[in-house]
């Protein structure tokens, strides 16, 4: 099951700090400089977002930092994610590898890019490699699935998400299947009611995104949240392809026994361990760029029952890929040169992006990385 940018970290706007942090990879000389402005920003923004490890529940209390010590976790609970040393920073930034997806497009007289991410990494992989870095340098504006990072964007989510509870119209499950979420909340470590204003639907997403936190797999490391802050840094553009409302939208089942259906199948997931071990291998296949396995995503996903799942990757995927090309393309055509980054399963088949891409003329060439 994919992990919608809805459920990733939630992170405040703190750019200030990092000019042009990033851009002086090239440069040995300017490179201490960049990296301690790197720094700075970086312990500004972890202290909004990466304290609040749980991302639906961060989305629910805002984004200011917290004021007093995160909460006390038990030897079993998920690692929280803290605030890193600048060495950390430093050396995470100097030794960065490339990984996920990235194809560079044209058409007329300049370039875009595309380029798939992951919404939940582990730290050592949160900081772009050289290839990805030269397309972020050539390009003046980044377009996400959603810039999390937008104010206004945080209070659409927030009001979206909480709506159906303050209209006294919350989804009640059957008793068993209630408990067997709370379960899974305790599991996270999380407070009972930490998700407790939010559909079912999006309570099972967010359980879903943080599963991977024992593993170091984190959404407070994800990729596109980084790349907003690293945007906003070098003074660039950063505008959201979708919109909160059509994220929400999708999470939403049609019925309350399609509701009952999905959050029974994904909770049977993460009982059973295949959730987390599907976002191991999703993010093995980012970390790798390993195209043919990403292709293969619908084989080794377990995804196809049941029906409900089947609609859910649907709409999560193939029916919003267009919407997404046609964003990319109003950009560019409008003279901007577009890094276009987005999870990276929208990039697959027939449907994907690049193959959308060049259905609307442009010719689309996969930049490959030097290993």
């Known amino acids: ?19 042009r942090a990033w851009g002086a990879r090239s440069a040995r000389g300017a ?18 977002a990466l304290l609040c490890f749980a991302s639906s529940a961060c989305l629910a ?8 010590a995160p909460p006390v976790q038990s030897g079993d609970c998920p690692p929280i994610a803290q605030q890193l040393a600048a060495e950390q920073i430093r ?19 300049h370039s875009s890019y595309l380029y798939g991410t992951v919404h939940v990494a582990r730290l050592p992989n949160m900081f772009p490699g050289p290839s990805v870095m030269r397309a972020l340098r050539d390009s003046d504006t980044v377009a996400l699935e959603l810039d999390l990072l937008d104010p206004d964007i945080q209070a659409r989510l927030q009001a979206g998400m909480t709506q159906d509870a303050r209209k006294g119209k919350a989804t009640a499950l059957p008793d068993a299947l209630a408990a067997r979420l709370a379960q899974r909340i305790a599991v996270e470590c999380l407070p009972a009611n930490a998700l407790a204003s939010f559909s079912p639907e999006v309570q099972v997403t967010a359980l879903s995104a943080l599963t991977g936190r024992r593993d170091g797999i984190d959404p407070a490391y994800g990729i596109d949240n980084f790349l ?61 760029g390993d195209d043919a396995d ?30 997404l090309a046609d964003g990319v393309n109003a950009l560019h055509a409008a003279g901007q040169r577009v890094f276009a980054a987005v999870g990276s399963l929208h990039m697959i088949g027939p449907l ?20």
């Open 1 to 19: 099951m994919s992990l919608p940018a809805v459920v990733s970290a939630h992170a405040a706007y703190a750019a200030r700090g990092a000019r």
């Open 31 to 48: 490179r201490g400089d960049a990296v301690k402005k790197a720094c700075a920003w970086f312990k500004k923004w972890q202290g909004a």
């Open 61 to 68: 209390q805002g984004a200011s930092a917290p004021s007093s």
């Open 91 to 109: 050396s995470g930034m100097q030794g960065a590898r490339d990984h996920g997806f990235l194809w560079r497009i044209r058409k007329g007289e």
């Open 228 to 288: 907003a802050g690293l945007a906003r840094s070098n003074g660039q553009r950063v505008v959201s392809l979708e919109t909160p409302e059509l994220q929400l939208s999708l999470l939403k089942m049609p019925t309350l026994d399609a509701t009952i259906e999905m959050v029974e199948a994904a909770v049977t997931e993460l009982e059973s361990g295949r959730t987390l071990q599907t976002l191991q291998r999703i993010f093995k296949v980012w970390v790798d």
């Open 294 to 323: 990403l292709a293969r995503y619908d084989t080794w996903c377990e995804c196809t029952p049941p029906e409900s799942e089947r609609l859910l990757m649907k709409r999560m995927l193939d029916d919003r890929n267009p919407g």
């Open 352 to 371: 994907g992006l690049p193959a959308l891409m060049a259905q609307r003329g442009y010719t689309v060439e996969r930049v490959a990385y030097s290993r």
